[in-house]
């Protein structure tokens, strides 16, 4: 696989988790990076995003505050930082590699196999 999520999990509310994404091919150095999710019966919808170099950061508002997305491109490894989560973060979390900068599901065609969060009451 070309991504690879790991560091999902259950927690309770309040609670944090740190997601990891690890990416095998160096061709990708070119890509914008970014997060996604989907919970039961809804969209998959942007999360956050980087290129991997530079320092523009993108973030939904759903996250602003509480997520932060790096980067270690020595490592070739993508992770979000999720704080002070809450039920409404519970979902199947995806890490995308696309050409295009932006949150456009659309414009990211490679894709981890997703990892679970589940945060409770």
């Known amino acids: 696989a070309l991504l690879v999520e790991s560091g999902g999990g259950m927690v309770e509310a309040g609670g944090s988790l740190r997601l990891s994404c690890s990416v095998s091919r160096r061709d990708f150095s070119t890509y914008y990076m970014a997060w996604f999710r989907q919970a039961p019966g809804k969209e998959r919808e942007f999360v956050a995003g980087?290129?991997?170099?530079?320092?523009?950061?993108d973030y939904a508002d759903s996250v602003k505050g509480r997520f932060a997305i790096s980067r270690d491109n020595a490592k070739n490894t993508v992770y979000l930082q999720m704080n002070s989560l809450n039920p409404n973060d519970t979902a199947v979390y995806y890490c995308a590699a696309g050409e295009e900068t932006g949150s456009r599901l659309e414009t990211f065609h490679h894709w981890g196999q997703g990892t679970h969060v589940t945060v409770s009451t």
């Open positions: 980087l290129p991997w170099y530079g320092y523009r950061t």
